[in-house]
């Protein structure tokens, strides 16, 4: 008899035999629906309707909400199998769920990626960043990323399944049997592409990306209105913590079936519906980082306090040319001066002389 590998993937808590198992899912998915779909539905209509230019922070926030709002409602399907502990919406409808829940994971992290590679341009190359960043540039790019992102969660497919084990049908996860060493392949295969492409390349982009940012602001001389940047930097942060205990597993399950250790599975499996619950909770995480980044504008502005967040992007951006603009002013300045020096020198020897007198 064949049986399924019960490792689970994407965003859904696996199916519990045990009650209190059972009963956290479905606490955990209902919080995430109840939080998740009003507010990122709000978000979406905020910057439809409320806002008069769309900045590309404002966009990327804006496909941000549509990928939350697309895995949340997954929601109901998987609440009805935590209830029932039976899947009976057959094959199509159990592929799609985990399709579009890893489509998400990965429309989220890239779109994350490309805001700070956004705030990178325009710090580093000011002059660039502004000639490029046009509505149908940044469009096409958006555009671009979905499809990855589609492309990217296509394994998802083949990996998911209706199977028959030992009670009603259940969407599992399904790699063949254990004892098949082509299970093991597809296995390392899934992980280890879910973590590099979904994790790691991506953080290690935007680490760079901020930490030339960060350098380049304390040696500036004059502040600048830093609160969207301090937003887009929770909503990064926010998206590590929910997601690095899930990566972390998927590096225990690669790493048992590397080296043959059914304890590393059994840690793997253990763990996993519990970081995969936390996991989904990220699609609900941002509305409440927005509520607290524009806290100050609720009582001023009413329900149009996000608009009224989301229009700092603009002033920043150019906060962030201007800085970088004086940056490279001072630095051909110094050029010239330099320049001098080298032509006439004995003037410069006198200057330098003055000078320490």
């Known amino acids: 008899m064949i049986t399924p590998n019960f490792t689970t993937s994407a965003k859904i808590p696996a199916p519990s035999s045990g009650s209190g198992s059972a009963s956290l899912g479905i606490a955990i998915l209902s919080i995430a629906f109840?939080?998740?779909?009003?507010?990122?539905?709000?978000?979406?209509?905020?910057?439809?309707?409320?806002?008069?230019?769309?900045?590309?922070?404002?966009?990327?926030?804006?496909?941000?909400?549509?990928?939350?709002?697309?895995?949340?409602?997954?929601?109901?399907?998987?609440?009805?199998?935590?209830?029932?502990?039976?899947?009976?919406?057959?094959?199509?409808?159990?592929?799609?769920?985990?399709?579009?829940?890893?489509?998400?994971?990965?429309?989220?992290?890239?779109?994350?990626?490309?805001?700070?590679?956004?705030?990178?341009l325009a710090v580093a190359f000011p002059f660039t960043s502004q000639k490029v960043r046009t509505k149908p540039v940044v469009r096409g790019i958006v555009f671009l990323i979905w499809v990855l992102a589609a492309l990217m969660s296509i394994?998802?497919?083949?990996?998911?399944?209706?199977?028959?084990?030992?009670?009603?049908?259940?969407?599992?996860?399904?790699?063949?049997?254990?004892?098949?060493?082509?299970?093991?392949?597809?296995?390392?295969?899934?992980?280890?592409?879910?973590?590099?492409?979904?994790?790691?390349?991506?953080?290690?982009?935007?680490?760079?990306?901020?930490?030339f940012i960060g350098v380049r602001l304390r040696s500036a001389k004059f502040l600048?209105?830093?609160?969207?940047?301090?937003?887009?930097?929770?909503?990064?942060?926010?998206?590590?913590?929910?997601?690095?205990?899930?990566?972390?597993v998927n590096m225990i399950q690669v790493s048992g079936e590397m080296f043959s250790s059914d304890k590393l599975r059994k840690v793997a499996r253990f763990a996993r519906p519990n970081v995969t619950a936390l996991a989904f909770l990220s699609s609900s995480a941002n509305p409440i980082l927005y509520v607290f980044a524009g806290g100050n504008f609720i009582r001023t502005a009413g329900v149009g306090f996000m608009a009224k967040l989301f229009e700092g992007t603009h002033s920043e951006t150019s906060s962030f040319r201007k800085i970088s603009q004086v940056f490279r002013q001072r630095s051909q300045t110094e050029s010239v001066e330099l320049e001098k020096c080298k032509e006439y020198p004995e003037q410069s020897k006198m200057f330098s002389t003055n000078q320490s007198d």
């Open 34 to 120: 109840i939080i998740g779909f009003p507010g990122n539905a709000f978000i979406i209509w905020t910057i439809l309707t409320r806002m008069k230019k769309h900045t590309v922070t404002c966009l990327l926030i804006l496909h941000l909400a549509m990928a939350d709002v697309m895995v949340i409602l997954t929601a109901p399907f998987f609440l009805h199998l935590l209830s029932t502990r039976s899947w009976v919406f057959g094959h199509v409808i159990c592929k799609m769920c985990h399709y579009v829940s890893c489509l998400s994971m990965y429309a989220s992290i890239f779109l994350i990626t490309f805001m700070s590679m956004d705030r990178f």
């Open 155 to 211: 394994p998802m497919i083949f990996y998911r399944d209706v199977k028959f084990f030992l009670g009603p049908p259940l969407c599992i996860p399904f790699h063949g049997s254990q004892n098949d060493t082509s299970t093991t392949k597809h296995i390392i295969f899934q992980y280890m592409f879910e973590t590099i492409i979904g994790f790691i390349i991506p953080f290690t982009v935007i680490l760079f990306c901020y930490v």
């Open 224 to 248: 600048t209105k830093r609160k969207t940047s301090r937003l887009v930097i929770m909503i990064i942060v926010t998206f590590a913590l929910f997601w690095l205990p899930y990566q972390l």
